[in-house]
């Protein structure tokens, strides 16, 4: 799969969002967030790739949280958080 965005999902207050491969992400300290629906794409063109390791997804269609374990710009992976 891969993420989704609607509108809401692209809301920020000013520019505090930033787009990082046409998601639109909020950046907290070293790492960023997104929400969206469906689960994150991994591998060589996985979802976020230029986000840094630690980064977070929200998956609200689930709903469930990911974590990517992979750095910045190496080939994604991402691990659901916790569960339900």
């Known amino acids: 799969m891969a993420i989704t965005q609607t509108a809401s999902d ?16 909020f950046q907290l300290g070293a790492v960023d967030f997104a929400t969206g629906t469906g689960a994150p794409a991994t591998g060589a063109s996985g979802d976020m790739k230029a986000s840094p390791k630690g980064s977070i997804y929200v998956q609200t269609d689930a709903p469930d949280m990911h974590m990517k374990t992979s750095a910045s710009g190496a080939d994604c992976t991402w691990e659901k958080v916790g569960t339900q």
């Open 10 to 25: 692209k809301k920020s207050a000013g520019q505090i969002s930033k787009d990082v491969g046409g998601l639109s992400v």
